[in-house]
């Protein structure tokens, strides 16, 4: 029974450590082209501009996902108006500067090292500041 205990704490411990990029991603950082960011803007405004009421929306810069399919990812986040303590947060997954798909609260975006850019083209899709 004691060795049970101190197996998973020992794992608590170690699961603490971990980071969630690694730190050669997290050096990786670039800002995203304007390909890519006009193209989140197109997807919103493809879906009736419908995203809410926000301010001031983010993106992140893009990091190497996955060195063997040259996937890149960044996030996008932004406030909602009524509640400010935390953003809300959309992973977006790209090969070739093309979009393959996109995770709701990715944890991955909550990453300390990642750095972040005023993104005001996605205030002028939802019309107002």
Not at 45 to 64: A, C, W
Not at 74 to 101: T, Y
Request: proline fraction near 7%; glycine fraction near 6%; aromatic fraction near 6%.
């Amino acid at each position: 029974m004691k060795k049970s205990i101190t197996f998973i704490c020992s794992l608590i411990l170690l699961a603490g450590c971990q980071t969630d990029v690694p730190q050669s991603v997290a050096e990786s950082q670039v800002p995203p082209p304007s390909s890519v960011r006009n193209q989140v803007v197109q997807i919103v405004r493809d879906n009736g501009g419908k995203i809410g009421d926000f301010v001031r929306p983010e993106i992140s810069s893009v990091v190497l996902l996955d060195p063997q399919t040259e996937t890149y990812a960044f996030c996008v986040r932004a406030w909602h108006a009524e509640r400010q303590r935390q953003p809300d947060v959309i992973g977006i997954s790209m090969r070739d500067n093309k979009i393959l798909g996109s995770t709701l609260h990715d944890y991955r975006c909550r990453d300390k090292r990642l750095r972040y850019y005023p993104y005001p083209e996605l205030i002028a899709v939802r019309g107002s500041e």
